[in-house]
């Protein structure tokens, strides 16, 4: 079942490939988003499969899901700074973040997939983009002397391969003194599924400061917090 799922999801990517090509040579797209497209459609990936899983709002380059509806519902514009700097786990391809870079200081993105952090990188050098850096490593190994305002943890805890208690606590250890994390869960499913309140109001390094609820795309529902380091 596996086999033939990666075998559809190849013909997809091939499908979407030529759509892409089409779309460019009747001007709906640009030579960079195009080729963009190309360097992610290469291979098939867990998140955004046959369209890019962020979108960069800049370029009006889509994806599944809508980084200004990100920003906006995430309360970012509230929040960020031209003093701001960011750690963003688990990055994907970074278009999110480096939509984000021009309202803050700095940005580092750690991600281990090195396709997806190609993506990025090439994005990042064509727009110029200075304050933001890709660091294509596991979380779990990463290492900085340097401390953030705010760590932005989306839809990404499960993945890591941490124990719950310990990922809190070592993002704890990069954040600045009250620090902010923004953590996202998973898709929730008819109330089921990625339940992470109950950890998180008995972990011993963050305390609550809002919970909202994200609908970017496609129905998929995600709970979101701002939490203040203790």
Request: hydrophobic residues 35%; glycine residues 6%.
């Amino acid at each position: 079942m596996k086999f033939l799922q990666k075998r559809y999801l190849k013909i997809n990517n091939y499908v979407s490939l030529l759509m892409s090509s089409r779309r460019l040579k009747n001007g709906l797209i640009t030579k960079i988003e195009h080729e963009l497209r190309k360097e992610f459609l290469s291979k098939v990936q867990d998140f955004g499969t046959d369209d890019f899983y962020q979108s960069y709002p800049p370029l009006h380059i889509s994806g599944k899901r809508d980084s200004l509806c990100r920003y906006s519902i995430y309360g970012l514009d509230k929040k960020l700074t031209k003093n701001t700097e960011i750690l963003d786990i688990g990055g994907n391809i970074g278009f999110f973040s480096l939509f984000l870079s021009r309202f803050v200081k700095s940005i580092d993105i750690v991600e281990s997939n090195k396709d997806l952090t190609d993506v990025g990188k090439k994005l990042k050098e064509y727009e110029k983009i200075k304050n933001v850096n890709i660091y294509n490593t596991d979380f779990k190994i990463f290492k900085s002397k340097k401390k953030y305002d705010i760590v932005m943890s989306l839809a990404i805890h499960k993945w890591i391969g941490m124990d719950f208690d310990l990922y809190l606590e070592k993002i704890h250890s990069h954040l600045k003194k009250e620090g902010l994390l923004l953590l996202e869960s998973h898709i929730i499913y008819y109330n089921q599924g990625d339940k992470i309140l109950d950890n998180l109001d008995r972990n011993k390094y963050f305390k609550i400061l809002e919970k909202g609820q994200i609908d970017d795309h496609n129905g998929q529902i995600r709970d979101f917090y701002w939490l203040k380091a203790k």
